[in-house]
């Protein structure tokens, strides 16, 4: 089965749309353009299915690369002939490959290639053929100056027989599948490392089968490994593992045999075992990731996707205690309009100060909602700032500070804010979060963001291109306003990248507003292959064409116009008008290179154009008697929001500064494996108080029965 056939085994979408995507792929077409404006040729793939197919295309062609080389080395070494040319297009995967080419591998020295440099291979051949009556005689023909004795010549027998085993593709494949299916992952605390290594202490004597371990867990063991705190191995049942093998290999009991048993025990032992056992552990290694992986990027889409309040005024608050709380206005586009530091708590108790600044503020810069961030003191301001007599419209809410002080520190921050200290610049952050998230949080690395499990672990290449297919995706779904956005922002969008997004908002900084689509040509740079990528997830307010405010691409302009005529009206009278829109056929209008499902899509765009697809920003009122750890019970029911969520469970915050945890077995009165089958990311919950550990600062919370 060739790639492409089993991918579309695995999906369903034709050959021919597979080929198509292909080609578009590698003449420059990025997956947001090709998942909204090219369905026809695609089969409709969605970003994701386009990641998916991108990913595997790649993994083909370094398969493909490989096969290449080691066919090369093959004829290098003058045994590539007919045959071997029909053994390496019989592997399917890389696991074949290696496991066909293993046998001719150039290698450094090993016992084998020295005792066939000391020419004991025909005795060796001899040996495993197993029809040798008289071993030790035999033996005795192969003494020289190197080999002075028979059990030296057997020695070097066995040895060249064990690395024949360990190179046997079946020898192989049953190994690997026994381990696969039922080798126990075993852990051990190392000598003298109790007391350092505590926090592994649950894995200090850790046995459990390796296909069955939750990725959290094994990772986290890794994890010890890794610092030096645990000794880690894998084997499955080994008597019974070397039973299989000798009824593959053993042909009776005579001295032959008993020498090719000799040989295999140690083959096991030397070779296939360490060899094996390293690609199972590697390969769960991969899915471990693949598992943290997803989860990252789920939680990561569902944080940048979230509610945002929009173009208001915001007084946003870095809280602290002695260091004071920051404070910024900003208008309604994120411009920085003030900045002081108010001291209401301890030391200082500045109460009455503090509100009368926040009141002043507030009337002064027409202040439509406060933003506070939920680090230190976040708490104790927010009751502040409540107590206080609020205007009525005015609302407030509290902000994630999580990665606010990486941004800080960036040089995306100084460069925006060269004359401010950080604590400014993070209070700034915090207040456009609330604003937009998605353009505020596209500023930082997204594994800073803290909605992430065992991020350190993981492979890091991986991560980084998953996340970076998450941000690409949510920003071009959203889509960006071109004359307001920041660089970091429109470096995501599809067909751009972060060179021709700082050319554009120098351009804009030099000319002025972008009056419409068109005017991106005359950016430096940036020619019509960007422009046909780019120009359809950007938004221009107010400008000379409205349909440049849309998600309908400018090549489909021309038909947007068509279906205006159609109805003998203009194209203003034709978006958002829903019933005028009902009145057109979308099928007159397909063309040979606008198919149905792209003419389907300008409906929906014309009938609500430029609809954000996050939802309304929303409060949530934490239980004012609790404030801090110490105010848990067992048994309180309590509000609270889903901040992080991990294989093993779900992270909640109450308003004590510490999340608490709802084990997955403790998120639904069902059982349930995947703690996003029931919760989300910033999903308001209740909660009950299951058990409170002060000295660890560890909560734990139930969902079970809480209404």
């Not at 028979?150 to 494949?173: F, N, T, W």
């Not at 230190?376 to 502040?384: I, M």
């Not at 998230?437 to 909605?451: F, H, M, R």
């Not at 029911?637 to 004590?656: M, R, Y």
Request: charge should be neutral.
């Amino acid at each position: 089965m060739n790639f492409y056939n089993a991918f579309q085994t695995r999906t369903g979408i034709e050959t021919h749309f597979l080929k198509a995507t292909r080609d578009l792929l590698e003449t420059g077409s990025t997956i947001p353009f090709l998942a909204r404006y090219r369905k026809e040729r695609t089969g409709g793939m969605d970003e994701i299915m386009l990641e998916d197919f991108r990913d595997s295309l790649a993994l083909e062609l370094k398969f493909e690369e490989r096969k290449s080389a080691i066919i090369k080395s093959l004829e290098e070494l003058g045994v590539f002939d007919s045959k071997l040319k029909s053994e390496v297009e019989l592997c399917l995967t890389l696991v074949e490959l290696e496991d066909f080419y293993l046998p001719y591998k150039p290698k450094r020295k090993t016992k084998a290639s020295m005792a066939r440099e000391k020419g004991l291979q025909a005795l060796a051949d001899q040996l495993y053929s197993q029809v040798l009556m008289d071993v030790f005689n035999r033996a005795k023909d192969f003494l020289n100056k190197e080999v002075k004795n028979v059990e030296e010549a057997l020695q070097g027998a066995r040895d060249i027989i064990a690395e024949r085993i360990s190179e046997d593709k079946l020898v192989r494949e049953l190994v690997r599948e026994e381990y696969k299916r039922f080798a126990v992952l075993s852990s051990k605390v190392k000598k003298s490392k109790e007391e350092e290594g505590i926090k592994f202490q649950d894995y200090f004597d850790f046995h459990q089968q390796l296909s069955r371990i939750p990725s959290h867990r094994f990772l986290a063991i890794l994890r010890g490994n890794d610092q030096g705190f645990l000794r880690i191995s894998a084997s499955p049942n080994e008597e019974k593992l070397l039973y299989q093998l000798k009824r593959m290999i053993i042909k009776g009991e005579d001295q032959a045999s008993q020498q090719v048993e000799e040989a295999l025990q140690d083959s096991y032992k030397r070779l296939l075992h360490p060899s094996i056992e390293t690609e199972v552990i590697n390969a769960a290694k991969i899915e471990a990731d693949e598992a943290a992986v997803k989860i990252f990027a789920s939680n990561l889409q569902q944080l940048l996707m979230g509610a945002p309040l929009g173009e208001k005024r915001i007084l946003a608050v870095d809280p602290g205690f002695r260091s004071g709380c920051k404070l910024v206005c900003l208008d309604e586009q994120g411009k920085l309009l003030h900045n002081e530091t108010i001291y209401p708590h301890p030391p200082q108790n500045q109460e009455k100060q503090s509100m009368a600044k926040l009141s002043s503020l507030i009337e002064v810069y027409k202040i439509d909602a406060v933003a506070i961030g939920n680090g230190t003191a976040g708490r104790e301001t927010e009751q502040l700032i409540q107590r206080m007599r609020l205007p009525a419209n005015l609302k407030v809410f509290v902000v994630s500070e999580n990665g606010a002080s990486v941004y800080s520190a960036s040089a995306i921050a100084r460069k925006e804010f060269p004359e401010f200290d950080v604590t400014v610049r993070g209070a700034v952050s915090i207040g456009r979060r609330l604003q937009d998230p998605l353009a505020e949080l596209v500023k930082i690395d997204p594994k800073s963001v803290g909605v992430g499990q065992y991020q350190h672990d993981v492979e890091q290449n991986l991560l980084s291109s998953r996340l970076d297919d998450v941000v690409t995706r949510c920003v071009n779904q959203v889509g960006v306003n071109l004359n307001t956005s920041s660089a970091a922002l429109l470096r995501y969008v599809a067909g751009l990248g972060p060179s021709l997004a700082e050319s554009i908002v120098d351009f804009r900084n030099h000319n002025g507003a972008f009056k419409n689509r068109e005017d991106l040509l005359q950016v430096p740079r940036l020619g019509k292959k960007a422009f046909e990528q780019a120009a359809g997830f950007l938004r221009i307010v107010d400008g000379d064409e409205l349909l440049d405010n849309s998600s309908v691409h400018p090549e489909s302009y021309p038909i947007v116009q068509s279906m205006a005529e159609f109805l003998n009206i203009q194209v203003r009278d034709l978006i958002g008008n829903s019933e005028l829109i009902k009145q057109i056929d979308a099928k007159k209008f397909v063309k040979a290179s606008i198919g149905l499902p792209t003419i389907t899509d300008i409906l929906k765009e014309l009938e609500k154009p430029g609809k954000d697809p996050r939802k309304r920003s929303g409060i949530v009122e934490f239980d004012r008697s609790v404030r801090k750890i110490s105010d848990l019970k067992e048994g309180m029911i309590l509000p609270g929001i889903v901040t992080n969520i991990t294989a093993f469970g779900a992270f909640v915050d109450v308003g004590v500064k510490q999340d608490g945890l709802v084990h997955v077995s403790q998120i639904a009165d069902r059982f349930i494996k995947d703690p996003m089958e029931v919760l989300s990311l910033h999903q308001e919950v209740k909660v009950k108080v299951m058990s409170v550990d002060e000295a660890r600062k560890r909560i734990a919370f139930s969902l079970k029965g809480v209404k």
